[in-house]
């Protein structure tokens, strides 16, 4: 029986102005490509205290049971790999997004949330800052345009 196996390949194409990251004290690049292949234990080696109760469950509870400990090590491998990457690709694009000046409530978390309540017209007309504090203003202002 062939042993099983998790495998995680990763293949990035970051931004050819991004420099390769370096990983830990030991200053070793991090690839941007790599693959990791984790063994997952068969269920009688990995008998622990903790895990013996679950094998008089079924053969699938049992077979999860096994696979678990690789999986959470695939897992915390690729996130400290990725990590590299997001801090050196995020760091460079930091710069590039211009925000300007923005009035207290009309970023774009607030227009998106406007947009999505059907309240992006009103709030144009009016002003977002009467929408967001309750409405009143914007529906007395109405009324008196449409008189």
């Given at each position: 029986?062939t042993?099983?196996?998790?495998?995680?390949?990763?293949n990035?194409?970051?931004?050819?102005?991004?420099?390769?990251?370096?990983?830990?004290?030991?200053?070793?690049?991090?690839a941007?490509?790599?693959s990791?292949?984790?063994?997952?234990?068969?269920?009688?080696?990995?008998?622990?205290?903790?895990?013996?109760?679950?094998?008089?469950?079924s053969?699938?509870?049992?077979?999860?049971?096994?696979?678990?400990?690789?999986?959470?090590q695939?897992?915390?491998?690729?996130?400290?790999?990725l990590?590299?990457?997001?801090?050196?690709?995020?760091?460079?694009?930091?710069?590039?997004?211009?925000?300007?000046?923005?009035?207290?409530?009309?970023?774009?978390?607030?227009?998106?949330?406007?947009?999505v309540n059907?309240?992006?017209?009103?709030?144009?007309?009016?002003?977002?800052k009467?929408?967001i504090g309750?409405?009143?203003?914007s529906?007395?202002e109405?009324?008196?345009?449409?008189?």
């Open positions: 029986m042993p099983k196996t998790i495998t995680i390949t990763y990035l194409f970051p931004p050819s102005s991004t420099s390769q990251p370096t990983a830990g004290p030991s200053a070793q690049p991090v941007s490509s790599s990791f292949t984790f063994p997952i234990e068969p269920t009688s080696s990995s008998m622990t205290a903790q895990n013996a109760a679950s094998t008089s469950g053969a699938t509870s049992q077979y999860y049971a096994s696979a678990s400990p690789a999986l959470l695939a897992q915390t491998t690729l996130n400290e790999t990590t590299y990457w997001k801090d050196a690709i995020g760091d460079a694009e930091k710069s590039k997004e211009d925000l300007g000046k923005v009035a207290h409530g009309k970023g774009r978390a607030t227009m998106m949330s406007l947009a059907g309240e992006f017209k009103k709030a144009a007309e009016v002003g977002v009467a929408v309750g409405g009143d203003e529906s007395d109405e009324d008196e345009e449409s008189e």
